[in-house]
C-alpha cells in the first residue's frame, strides 16, 4: 500500500484571526488518510488550514520509515522549516507518523529540532499536547493502542479533487515480514466497525464522491468481531464469531450499499486474499477490477527468509485463481531486490516469477535495512550498492515491457474512465482511470470532471493509455 515519496500540502482559506496550522504528508496513502484525521482534531480547537508554510503558526510532518531514503527527505524538510522558525519564534514544528514512533522523544529531547512528536495511534492527544507546549513542557505521546480506529472522527478532505476518496479500514500489521518497521510503527492489527466505515462512505457519497478506495496495510485481513485485535479474535464468544464480518462480507456490504460509486482497496496480502473475495469482485460492477498484491521475491528463499507466508508456487496459484475468476482484473506487484543473501539466482527467480505473471504495473525498491526489524537484528546487508542497483534496473526495465505489452491489448477497445483532472500534458485532455487503475488520457470535448466516460484506446505508453473516441 506505500507509493513512493509524495508530498501533499493542504490548504483552505479560514478566517485570519484563527490560528493556523500545514500538514505534510510523506509516504504512504494510510499517512494522507492520517493527516485528514488530524486536521479534523484541529479544526475543533479552532485552527485552520493554511499551505504556506511561512504563514503557520503550526507545521506538522507526517512522516514515513519504510526505507532511510524516506526519512532522509523528512529530515531535509525539517532543515528547512528551521530556517522558517528562525523567522518566527511563535511557530510550533511537529513530527507525526512512523518516525515520530520509531525515534519517539529523540527529536524532543536529543536534537531539540521539534515542538512535538506523536505517534500514528496518539492523535486524539494532540489538542492537549499544544497545552503542553504552551506550558512549557515537553509534548509527546507516542503510545500505541490495542484499539484505535479514529472510527468516530470525521476525517477532514481538505486537499481533496471531491471526487477520490480513502476510507481506512484496518490499523496496524501482525505479519511481521522481517525486513518491514510498519509492525513496530504502527503497532497490532485491528479493524474498524463496519458501520463507522459505512456511514464514512454514505457522507462522502452525499458529498458527490465518485471512487472509494478502503485502505489498511492488509485489507484481507479485516475482520470484525465487536472491537479488539485481530490475534484476539480466538478469545471471542460464539456469538460475536457467528455475526463476525471478514473483508469479503465488508466489500459486499459497501458495493451492495454504494452501487454507483466506484469502490477498490489496497493493500492485499497473498496470505490473507481469500476466494470469497475474489467472487464477491466478480458479483458486483462497481468494485474496480484491480489487485495490488505485492509478492517482493521470486525465490522460495528469499520469501522464507523475508518471512512471508507463502511459497512461489501457492503465489502463482492464486494468480492463476485470479485470472480465471476476473479474467480482465489488472495485477500489480512491490519488489524488494538485494534482500540479505539473494544471490543471482534468487534474482532470476524473481525476473521469471515476472515473466509469468506479466503484472500490469509495479512498486520495485532496494532493499533498505531498517534499525530494530528481524533483517537487521539477523541477518547481514550483504548485497552490494552497485548490485542492488543493477537488479533493481533490470527488474524496472522487465515490467515496463510488460506494462507496455499489457497495455497494448486495450488498443482498439473501449474502456470506462472516471475523468478526474486534466492532463499533466495538455489542457485540452482529461485523465482519468478505467477500473484496472489505468491512466486513460482523452480529448476533453464536453465531459465534466467527477463523469464517466466511454473512451476509444488509439495508444498507449507503457504507463498510459491514449483515446480517442468518445461515446457520450
Ligand atoms: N526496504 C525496501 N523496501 C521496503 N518495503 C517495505 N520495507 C522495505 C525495506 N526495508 C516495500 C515493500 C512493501 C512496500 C510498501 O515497501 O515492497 O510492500
Ligand atoms: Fe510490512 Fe509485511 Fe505488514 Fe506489509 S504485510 S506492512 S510488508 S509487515
Known sequence: MFTNIAEISKTKKGISNLKKFSIISYGCQMNVSDSEVVASILENIGYSYSDDLNNSD???????????????????????????????KNLKVGVLGCMAERLKDKFLIEEKIVDLVVGPDAYRDIPNLLKEIEDGNDAVNVLLSKEETYADINPSRFNTNGINAFVSITRGCDNMCTFCIVPFTRGRERSRDPKTILNEINELVENGYKEITLLGQNVDSYLWYGGGLKKDYIKASKIQKQTSINFSKLLELV???FPNTRIRFTTSNPQDMDDDVLYTMAKYSNICNHIHLPVQSGSDEILNKMNRKHTVFEYLNLIKKIKRILPDCSISQDMITGFPDETEDDHLATLNLMDNVKYDFGFMFKYSERPGTLA???LND?????????????????????????????????????????????????????PQNIIVVFPK????????????????????????????
Open 58 to 88: 503550526l507545521i506538522l510532518l507526517n512522516t514515513c520509515s519504510i526505507r532511510e531514503k524516506a526519512e532522509l527527505t523528512v529530515r531535509k524538510k525539517l532543515e528547512s522549516i528551521n530556517s522558517i522558525k528562525k523567522n518566527n
Open 255 to 257: 458495493a451492495k450499499s
Open 376 to 378: 537487521a537484528r539477523k
Open 382 to 434: 550483504n548485497v552490494p550498492e552497485e548490485i542492488k542497483k543493477r537488479r533493481l534496473s533490470e527488474i524496472i526495465d522487465l515490467q515496463l515491457k510488460h506494462s507496455f505489452e499489457n497495455l497494448s491489448k486495450y488498443v482498439g477497445k473501449k474502456v470506462e474512465v472516471l475523468i478526474e483532472k486534466e492532463s499533466k500534458k495538455s489542457d485540452n485532455h482529461w485523465a482519468g482511470r478505467n
Open 445 to 472: 470535448k464536453n465531459f465534466l470532471r467527477g463523469e464517466y466516460a466511454t473512451v476509444k484506446i488509439i495508444n498507449h505508453t507503457s504507463t498510459t493509455l491514449i483515446g480517442e473516441v468518445i461515446i457520450a
